[in-house]
């Protein structure tokens, strides 16, 4: 395995930020770490990335224990903490084959390697501007260039593309994808859509505890057997109305005259039966099991 937790536990004095956690992450997954705000997940990483020690258990990356065998664990780590701490006044260039160096790369590599991450993080053009003159998603790079710049195993991302704009988002989840294709990625984020287009697994952890460990297919799939039901009409509708469809939980108006029903089972036949019955035009009807969103909500509420 390239990460392996067993029973890991991190107490703040009477707090505990993860209690008794455990899991493993094979070569070339890219794991989604998902949770509130508070539950944990950062803390974990900063375990896995050597940054604080556990209270409790064990981690392993690459078979080292990252307690100790501190050094070797690191070295396998590429690690990018959700502030992304940069030396803003360093120019790209200069801070990369600063970073080769404190990872030990050789001086007669350490040019190699830093153009080899100014191609691979799309910052060539960007490479004699000052850290601090980038935009945020060209910051990101930097900080993804300085992760990977010693070739890790292992890519530990905390909230990369928090603050990014719609383009940038994209660029990044693009670069990320790639990389999970040769390395092993453990990704913290609160976008499901980031989630669901990236991630093979997803782990979702909650007051410190993990409540959820399967595919985001799966935990659709298993969490509730709930069928949302989105139907829009041409003509002004009471929702009222809908509830008297034979298997609706509960409906709502969500604009116009766009609604969304709840349901235990199929039942789109009733739905267009009802449209008959009431001289009713349908304009689109359509139904999905409940998304990921929903799952988080549903395994996080307090």
Request: hydrophobic share 40%; with cysteine.
């Amino acid at each position: 395995m390239s990460v392996k937790v067993q029973g890991l536990t991190k107490m703040y004095g009477e707090q505990k930020a993860i209690d008794n956690i455990s899991f493993e992450v094979k070569p070339g997954e890219v794991l989604g770490f998902l949770g509130p705000n508070g539950a944990g997940k950062s803390t974990t990483m900063k375990i896995l990335s050597g940054f604080i020690p556990q209270t409790t258990g064990k981690a392993f990356v690459c078979d080292f224990d990252v307690e100790k065998n501190s050094l070797k664990a690191r070295s396998k780590v590429g690690y990018l903490p959700e502030n992304n701490p940069l030396y803003t006044d360093m120019y790209v260039k200069e801070f990369l084959l600063f970073v080769a160096g404190l990872n030990g790369i050789k001086h007669k590599h350490r040019k190699s390697r830093m153009e080899e991450m100014l191609e691979v993080t799309g910052l060539k053009s960007e490479m004699n501007k000052k850290i601090g003159a980038l935009s945020k998603g060209y910051r990101q790079r930097v900080g993804l260039a300085q992760a990977l710049i010693h070739d890790p195993e292992v890519l530990i991302l905390d909230e990369p593309t928090s603050g990014l704009d719609p383009n940038q988002l994209v660029e990044i989840r693009n670069l990320i994808r790639e990389l999970g294709k040769e390395k092993t990625v453990i990704l913290s984020t609160h976008i499901m859509q980031e989630v669901q287009a990236l991630c093979h697994r997803v782990i979702i952890i909650n007051k410190g505890k993990i409540v959820a460990n399967d595919t985001a297919e799966n935990l659709q799939r298993t969490t509730s057997n709930e069928i949302i039901v989105k139907v829009s009409f041409k003509e002004s509708v009471n929702e009222k109305l809908l509830m008297q469809i034979e298997g609706v939980k509960n409906a709502r108006n969500v604009g116009a005259n766009n609604f969304e029903m709840n349901s235990d089972a199929d039942i789109q036949e009733k739905v267009f039966r009802f449209a008959v019955e009431n001289k009713l035009t349908i304009l689109s009807l359509q139904q999905e099991k409940q998304n990921l969103e929903e799952v988080f909500r549903q395994l996080t509420k307090s």
